[in-house]
């Protein structure tokens, strides 16, 4: 029973570590997808040039989502017109180059990790461009196209099919502070919690429990630790493997990389671990399910491939300029509520959250939020639109 008692408590230090964090991570999110369409999105991304990917990156990162809803919306995007790599650079993009994981990671593991994840998502989608161009033929892509339209359900769908941005003249402030604004915010930030809960618990209980119950000297065996040149040259590869068994994705399996960079893996190693989200199990048969097995395949290659080259390239950048941060100093967040700064910025951005809430109790959010798991393209108009305060 203390075993047990020990791994929960470990699980919720962590989350009252990073709560304050999520909210404004979510909430920044919403109101960027309350002013964006959708269709200037697809419209924005219609090739793989440099300049696209750089943009389709940027409204990635502007627009997170839970790993599951990040692949459902590249599906969508790919579907509507937008070029498939540029809807895979949305997609990585919306998982692991958004605000609110950088705050976490600097919280729990310090700024280095937030500083080499912004530095290695644009390796990875650049090397991943790269692979695309070199390896992805038009018969592979064409079959993916017409698999996708086939509108084969995956996870999420209701979610990625849903346009929640507001209409209307106006520019951007005069959107967001409106009524419908108001109602826009409320239900995507509520929709981003409910997308991300089920990950975001599991990979905290995973992680607590592994601090609690796995001894450190398991892992520094497994992660070559007690050999550096080895662990560098290892960490890149084993990450992604750990992160594909462990089935935790999107911001959910940072609490698990605190715990595997105590335990000895490389720098590049947790990097690359983080970055492997979108190819865990589940997701992988998402793939299978919306372009075909060759498809899933080819995805399951090139991502690999681009993950390990970005874990590589922060490992040794980082650890040439002296920014990585010593492995003995790793701690685990096990002292609960205190009186510190965490605490009042908890109260401040959960009184946030709870007028966000009621807003969305209050103006048909629940009936909304059922639709999350609905068919492809099933809700809204003819162009995929449903704002909330339609709804």
């Keep these: 029973m203390d075993a047990i008692w020990h791994a929960l408590s470990i699980a919720g230090s962590m989350t009252w570590e990073v709560t304050w964090a999520l909210i404004l991570g979510f ?11 959708r269709a200037t999105v697809v419209r924005l991304l219609g090739d793989d040039r440099p300049r696209t990917l750089a943009l389709s990156a940027g409204l990635g990162a502007a627009s997170s989502s839970c790993s ?27 998982t692991n180059l958004v605000i609110e994981l950088g705050i976490i990671m600097a919280l729990l593991m310090g700024w280095q990790f937030t500083a080499a994840e912004f530095a290695g998502g644009p390796i990875m989608i650049v090397v991943l461009a790269v692979l695309f161009r070199l390896f992805l033929r038009e018969r592979l892509l064409r079959q993916a196209r017409e698999q996708a339209e086939r509108g084969v359900a995956g ?54 429990a592994i601090a609690a119950w796995v001894p450190d000297s398991f892992w520094h065996t497994f992660f070559l630790a007690d050999h550096p040149l080895a662990a560098k040259l290892v960490g890149p590869l084993v990450g992604p493997l750990v992160a594909i068994a462990t089935f935790v994705c999107s911001i959910g399996n940072v609490p698990l990389a605190v715990v595997l960079w105590k335990g000895g893996i490389s720098f590049g190693g947790v990097i690359a671990f983080i970055f492997a989200d979108l190819l865990i199990l589940p997701i992988l048969n998402i793939y299978r399910k919306y372009y075909g097995a060759r498809t899933a395949a080819f995805l399951l290659v ?3 491939a681009a993950i390990a080259v970005a874990g590589y390239a922060v490992e040794f950048a980082f650890g040439g300029l002296g920014l990585i941060p010593d492995q003995a100093d790793a701690t685990i967040p096990e002292e609960g509520i205190t009186w510190n700064y965490t605490t009042w910025l908890n109260i401040v951005f959960l009184l946030l959250a709870a007028t966000l809430l009621v807003r969305f109790w209050r103006t048909g959010g629940p009936a909304m939020l059922r639709m999350m798991g609905g068919a492809p393209e099933q809700h809204g108009s003819s162009d995929g639109h449903m704002t909330a305060h339609e709804h």
């Design 27 to 37: 909430t920044l999110s919403a109101v960027v997808q309350a002013v964006v369409r």
């Design 68 to 94: 599951y809803a990040a692949v459902a919306l590249a599906r969508s995007l790919f579907r509507k017109g937008a070029d498939f790599t540029a809807a895979m650079a949305f997609e990585i993009a919306s």
């Design 155 to 208: 996870s999420m769908e209701g979610h990625a099919a849903m346009d929640m941005s507001v209409r209307g003249e106006g520019g951007f402030t005069r959107r967001l502070f409106s009524r419908d604004g108001f109602t826009s915010v409320s239900h995507i930030f509520v929709m981003e919690w409910s997308a991300i809960l089920r990950d975001l618990a599991a990979g905290l209980l995973i992680a607590g």
């Design 302 to 304: 090139t991502f690999f």
